[in-house]
Structure formats: C-alpha cells, structure tokens
C-alpha cells in the first residue's frame, strides 16, 4: 500500500465509484477504499436477511417472504432517464457492458387525491384524465411548443428568448392551471420545488424535452430505466472498469483516516499501520465528518408487499411522484416500486420506497400520504438519515466530498454533483457526446 497515487477514493457509494471509474478512464492512477467489506457504502444493495439485522436487529425474516438471496433491496433506489445524463456516463466509460436495463413500466403522478400517468407530450395530453378538455388544449399547445423547439433553430422560439423569459412567464403565455403547471414541473422536470418559476425557462423547457425524448426511446411507460438485479450492480461494474485501467479496490479497511500536511492539504491515506501517498482525495461525508455541515434529513419506509402499487396500471416497476402542493408540505414525496421482473425480489414480491425531506420528527405519520396508496403490505421498515454537504476549500485541503443523496427516485440530481466534483477534480468538463443507442441493446432485449 505504500505508493503514491494521483487520487485516492474512500467509500464504494455510487458517486465514489462512479468518480473512480472516470479519473481511472482518464489515466490517473487511482486507489479506492472502503472501511465496509462490501460495496456501496449508503447506497448499498442488501438481501432479505441484511434488511431484517440492518432495521429489526437480528431477527429472522418470516418464511413466506421467500428466499433471502433472491432480494436485492437497494437503499437509495433511483431510476435512470433513459436519455439522461447519468446513462451517458455510463456510456462514456463503457460500463454498460457489465449490465443488463430493463425498461420501467410506469411514471404516475398524485392529484388531489389520485394517481395518474404523466402526460409528456401533445397527443397524451390530450388522453389525459389528469385535465379538463379546455385544459387538454392548452397543455398540448405548450407541449407542442416544447416539442419544436430547437436552439439553433429562430423560427421554433416563436419570438420567445428562453434565457431572458422565466418559466413562470412562459407558462401563463399558455394560460395554463396550477394542478397543470405543478405536475409538468415535478412530474415532468423534475424539479425539487417551485423555485424554478422564476428561473430562465431555457433549464424548464430542456428538462421537459429530455423527458419526452427518454419516453419515446424505448416506446414503454416510463422514461426510465432500471439495472436487472437493481442497482447494486453498478458499484461492482464501476470497480471492474476500474481495475481494467489500473485502478486498485481495497475493501474492509477499517480506520482509513486521511493524512494531511502542516498546510492542511491532504497528502495521503492512512490504514491499519500503512500510509499510501496521494495528490488528492475523494469521499463521502462519514469519511470527513469536520469538513461538512448537516443540511437536512431524509425519511423514507421500505415495504415489500405481494402486489403492485394499485392505480398505476398492475405496473411492475413504477415511479410517483406527490408533488408537494397536493400535500400542503414543502418538499415532493417520492414513491418508487420494483419487482420480480427486475430481479430483485422473488417471484410475486415488490419492494416500494416512500421517500421526502423530513420536516419533522415523526417518518410513520409524515410518509403516510404516500404509504396510503401501496395499500396492504407485508412488511415495512421506517428509517430516517441526515443529509450532508460540504463546506471545505477543495483548493486549500485537496479533499473532494460528495453530497448525501437527497430523498428523489431519480437520478438526475446525483449524476449533477458527480460531473461538478469531476470539473472540479480534474479542471475540465466531461464530455458526453456519446451514442445513446449504446444502452438501448441491453434494455430493449431484456423486455
């Protein structure tokens, strides 16, 4: 272990890994560390044995859940726009080849009191129940608008500047109703809040676009999609990628602590006695815990239940979203369901995640909007987790820390941070144009 490294990596968790496979790719010699002796860190991928000692202490699942081993729980579940940029990433470094999507069934969104599937464009807007007929109309004008629209392309902005306009003012142009306008912005783009209103309309419009396109790619319910035994896999393959270009993975290494000099700039990482030298180092929050400030919580229930969630069509893997207007709260709750079909829980099994920012104390009674509309369920398991940022000067400490992964089923979010600490670690941008059809193979064969 005494050697020096351009960038060490401490913690398996998505982002970490995901960091390690593109500075690998890019020829910088990588060591990677983990204090677990296993993948994943937070975002981690248990069995039905793993869940019950992780949330009910050392109790034995019942028997008519089925086998442990057939149950791949991931702990931070997100699915991937099939257009995205994360599946971009994924292209970029070649490790689609380690793994095999599957299209997700169904994008639904909750309405005073219902689910409904996502309209994404003019013609399903027009079979929408989400909205009255005048309404129809006017959401298909602004999908069509969004549609044509090309940046290169004058006559498609109909005398509309997107980045001067806000998303706001391009929205009441269309006269569009506040149910309207709160699923195309949660549902659609995706966004956390309603702060976007009053933000250039140019991200708003990009968003809904990546939306309508993803939905098209694989002509499913959904624009998203899914690794075949969940996400879990995707440690594994950012590790392998990894050791291709000469990166080194040491797992159960219990007291990595970071080195630093009289300067306070991170030299190298100590462990077990040993020291390995390093230009720069990247990790989550625990790894640093003086160089990151708590910046909220995230409460969430896993369930597995024997059904799909009812309303969304007998979908076997499905995202809703409850934007957070409909709740009168201040965050999106977020319910994601998976199943056998995915392979990851035995035949007629689904596991469903209901996730949100916490604004209180008490998961079981905040999450409840959300844990209403699984109905019966076999098993559920409450948890909440606090979130990290970091506060640090990368430039003075050399250290590179990753945020806590926010509640949301998607992984659009979590893909931004790993390209702006990417900018940040190297100096340059990552380029992404890649041939999307690339991942397409994968997913349309397993359907």
Request: glycine content about 6%.
């Amino acid at each position: 272990m005494d050697e020096e490294y351009d960038v060490i990596v401490l913690g398996t968790g998505l982002k970490e890994c995901i960091l390690s496979g593109l500075l690998s790719v890019d020829g910088l010699k990588v060591l990677h560390m983990d204090r677990n002796d296993y993948y994943g860190g937070e975002s981690t991928s248990l069995n039905l044995k793993q869940l019950w000692k992780r949330f009910k202490g050392d109790e034995n699942p019942p028997e008519n859940l089925g086998l442990s081993k057939e149950y791949n729980v991931d702990m931070i579940p997100k699915f991937m726009m099939a257009n995205g940029v994360f599946v971009r990433v994924l292209i970029h470094t070649n490790v689609t080849k380690y793994l095999n999507f599957k299209a997700v069934d169904g994008s639904f969104v909750y309405n005073k009191g219902k689910i409904y599937k996502v309209p994404a464009n003019d013609v399903e807007a027009l079979k929408s129940t989400l909205m009255g007929l005048f309404e129809k109309r006017r959401a298909r004008k602004f999908f069509i608008y969004v549609q044509d629209y090309e940046d290169n392309d004058p006559k498609s902005h109909e005398g509309l500047d997107l980045n001067k306009i806000t998303a706001r003012d391009l929205i009441s142009k269309y006269g569009l109703e506040d149910d309207t306008i709160d699923f195309i912005g949660h549902a659609l783009a995706l966004y956390f809040d309603d702060t976007y209103l009053d933000q250039p309309a140019m991200d708003f419009v990009r968003r809904i676009k990546l939306y309508a396109e993803s939905l098209a790619r694989f002509q499913g319910g959904s624009p998203y999609i899914y690794p075949l035994y969940g996400l879990g896999e995707l440690p594994q393959a950012f590790a392998r990628l990894s050791a291709v270009y000469g990166g080194t993975y040491m797992l159960n290494k219990p007291d990595c602590k970071v080195v630093f000099d009289d300067s306070g700039k991170a030299i190298g990482v100590a462990s077990e006695g040993e020291t390995a030298k390093c230009k720069k180092v990247v990790c989550d929050p625990s790894y640093l815990p003086d160089k990151v400030k708590k910046v909220g919580r995230v409460a969430r229930a896993i369930c597995i239940m024997s059904h799909p969630i009812p309303d969304t069509h007998d979908s076997h893997s499905v995202q809703v979203i409850l934007p957070q207007k409909q709740l009168g709260r201040k965050s999106d709750m977020y319910l994601f369901c998976c199943s056998y079909t995915h392979n990851v829980a035995p035949k007629g099994k689904y596991i469903a995640f209901v996730t949100t920012e916490a604004e209180t104390d008490q998961p079981e009674v905040e999450l409840k909007p959300g844990v209403d509309l699984l109905r019966p369920v076999d098993d559920i398991f409450f948890d909440v987790y606090d979130r990290y940022e970091p506060i640090n000067e990368h430039g003075a400490d050399s250290c590179f820390i990753s945020t806590s992964y926010d509640p949301s089923t998607h992984f659009e979010s979590t893909v931004i941070d790993v390209i702006e600490m990417y900018k940040k670690i190297t100096g340059k941008e990552l380029d992404l144009s890649v041939d999307l059809s690339a991942a397409s193979a994968a997913a349309d064969s397993e359907e």
